[in-house]
């Protein structure tokens, strides 16, 4: 054979060879479903997705919103028989006089709950115990407490027919560390009124009145829930509402001056009053002679 002619095989041989290689190679790999679909599809049109669960992403599912907690429900006192209420305080002033959940149980002589008629429709609510009251345990006895007694008889009701209790059941002193000095008072800061404050929520709830006088600035911020000034306040009644406790009916509070700060302050005598006045049209008292 001529040299040529010999070298012209020898590359048809191996374009053959190459060409085998490429045909077995696409051959041998196998096609996925999807290329198979699509390879079947006439001209023009594009099959529907054939599902490859090789191809399936699994996205995770969102959690099922979840409804927003309510916030349990109050609990909610009953209207109690007399009895019931006497017990109930009892037993709630026996917890107090145990009481040292803030830093005023330590430097208390006596606790002081309260006191009263549990049956009344009126309470009086003051701010905290002072010298006099830390060491008789009962609210009002000092000076500013015999003023308030005249104040309740000049509505035309005795002490005996009123519930007289503070925010803070133990004396807050200016300095705990002499508590032998009379002019140590001082109101009781948040702290401890946030501490003493369910003690106070309960007996009212318990004893259930239909109205509040709240006695001094710090008395009426904490209970009517509102930081204006007591000038502010003063001169409308408010729907009270509690923290710990759904009241078995609905409460009204009205706000006035401290009887202590009626003794440093005598012309604002004439503003408490119109104060009492607004309850008693309220309770229809008229006076002492009614
Ligand atoms: S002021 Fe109230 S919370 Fe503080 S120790 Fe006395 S009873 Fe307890």
């Given at each position: 054979?001529?040299?040529n002619?010999?070298?012209r095989?020898a590359g048809e ?11 077995e190679?696409?051959h041998t790999?196998?096609p ?11 001209a023009g049109r594009?099959p529907p ?12 599912r969102a ?10 429900p109050?609990?909610?006192?009953p209207?109690?028989?007399t ?5 109930a305080?009892q037993e709630?002033?026996?917890?107090i ?6 830093p005023?149980?330590a430097?208390r002589?006596?606790?002081?709950p309260g006191?009263?008629?549990?049956d ?9 115990p ?6 008789q345990?009962?609210?009002f ?6 003023l ?6 000049a509505?035309g ?6 519930f ?7 004396h ?6 002499h508590?032998e000095?009379?002019?140590?008072d001082r109101?009781?800061n ?6 003493c404050?369910?003690?106070l929520e309960?007996?009212?709830?318990i ?7 709240a ?6 911020k904490?209970?009517?829930s ?5 000038g ?5 009644f ?9 009241l078995?009916?609905p ?10 700060a009626?003794?440093?302050n005598?012309g ?6 119109k104060?009492?006045?607004m ?5 229809g ?6």
């Amino acid at each position: 054979m001529e040299k040529n002619s010999l070298r012209r095989l020898a590359g048809e041989l191996k374009h053959f060879l190459q060409s085998r290689n490429e045909d077995e190679f696409i051959h041998t790999a196998a096609p996925t479903q999807a290329a198979a679909a699509v390879s079947r599809a006439p001209a023009g049109r594009v099959p529907p997705m054939q599902e490859d669960s090789t191809l399936r992403i699994d996205f995770p599912r969102a959690a099922a919103p979840q409804e927003t907690p309510m916030p349990a429900p109050k609990p909610q006192e009953p209207l109690m028989t007399t009895a019931q209420k006497q017990a109930a305080l009892q037993e709630l002033a026996e917890t107090i006089k145990q009481c040292s959940r803030c830093p005023l149980g330590a430097t208390r002589i006596n606790a002081v709950p309260g006191e009263g008629n549990v049956d009344t429709e009126l309470m009086f609510i003051g701010e905290g115990p002072g010298y006099d009251e830390d060491r008789q345990g009962r609210p009002f006895v000092g000076r500013a407490g015999q003023l308030l007694d005249k104040m309740i008889i000049a509505m035309g009701l005795t002490r005996e027919q009123v519930f007289i209790a503070n925010i803070a059941k133990c004396h807050p002193m200016v300095d705990p560390q002499h508590p032998e000095k009379h002019g140590n008072d001082r109101a009781p800061n948040a702290e401890e009124i946030a501490c003493c404050r369910k003690f106070l929520e309960k007996q009212i709830a318990i004893i259930c009145p239909k109205y509040i006088v709240a006695l001094g600035g710090v008395s009426a911020k904490a209970l009517i829930s509102d930081a204006k000034s007591l000038g502010a306040l003063r001169g409308k009644f408010y729907n009270l509402h509690l923290d710990s406790v759904a009241l078995p009916r609905p409460v009204e509070i009205i706000a006035t001056f401290h009887p202590a700060a009626l003794l440093r302050n005598p012309g604002w005598k004439k503003d408490a009053w119109k104060d009492l006045r607004m309850v008693m049209a309220k309770l229809g008292l008229k006076g002492p002679n009614n």
